[in-house]
Nanobody, 126 residues
């Protein structure tokens, strides 16, 4: 069973950048999984940020052009590069995975992802 663990969260000023990492165990081939990121702001529901499969990435409208999802299967890791961060990006960020391809609607619901990390906090100050 896959296990995921996030790292790289922290505090940054608006306009700054952070790179989140997700270390993965229990996945033999990254190409067999949809890998992604969700976030949850205080008092709000979890929302999809980005996901990635062999056909390419998908991004939420709110982060498109600022965030980039990537992977390094040789290191059993995938990443979320976050640029031009804004206070509204403040949230707990979770890396996620599920078997199969990422359908275009997957980011609409956390129920589409079977495996979750514990989360890493990102705080962006104005």
């Amino acid at each position: 069973q896959p296990q995921l663990r996030e790292s790289g969260g922290g505090s940054v000023q608006a306009g700054g950048s952070l790179k989140l990492s997700c270390s993965v165990t229990g996945i033999k081939r990254f190409s067999d999984y949809c890998l992604g990121w969700f976030r949850q702001a205080p008092g709000k529901e979890r929302t999809g940020v980005a996901d990635l499969d062999p056909f390419g990435p998908h991004y939420a409208d709110s982060v498109a052009g600022r965030f980039t999802i990537s992977q390094d299967p040789a290191k059993d890791m995938f990443f979320l590069q976050m640029n031009r961060l804004q206070p509204e990006d403040t949230a707990m960020y979770y890396c996620v995975a599920t078997e199969g391809y990422c359908y275009s609607t997957y980011l609409e619901s956390e129920r589409n992802y079977k495996f979750w990390g514990q989360g890493t906090q990102v705080t962006v100050s104005a």
